[in-house]
């Protein structure tokens, strides 16, 4: 069973930056499509990134794009999401999820069998 963990949420002030980690339960992620998603008050959880199996290939939500990246480390067991230019509105709470599949990956919430417990973002002054 895949277990996800994020890391690295916080309180920053608009302009800022955070790094968010997701870290699997000592299995490799090689396989696997992994998607950044966030949840804020009131709203439906949207997904923000993700990063294809194998060729790596990311997808990003038009609202963080050039501001937000997505990537996978050395390891193979954990994949980063670097978000620069922070505004209020991406105040959130921030999951990570996962999908073993052989194609690209999808922002799409139903795609993804595995999730971790959430990181909060809060971006104020």
């Known amino acids: 069973q895949l277990q996800l963990v994020e890391s690295g949420g916080g309180l920053v002030q608009p302009g800022g930056s955070l790094r968010l980690s997701c870290a699997a339960s000592g299995l490799s992620l090689n396989t696997y499509a992994i998607g950044w998603f966030r949840q804020a008050p009131g709203k439906e959880r949207e997904g923000v990134a993700c990063?294809?199996?194998?060729?790596?290939?990311?997808i990003y939500a038009n609202s963080v794009k050039g501001r937000f990246t997505i990537s996978r480390d050395n390891t193979k067991t954990t994949v980063s999401l670097q978000m620069n230019s922070l505004r209020p509105e991406d105040s959130a709470i921030y999951y990570c999820a996962a999908e073993e599949t052989p194609y690209y990956c999808a922002n799409y919430k139903s795609r993804y069998d595995y999730w971790g417990q959430g990181t909060q973002v809060t971006v104020s002054s």
């Open positions: 990063v294809s199996p194998g060729n790596g290939r990311t």
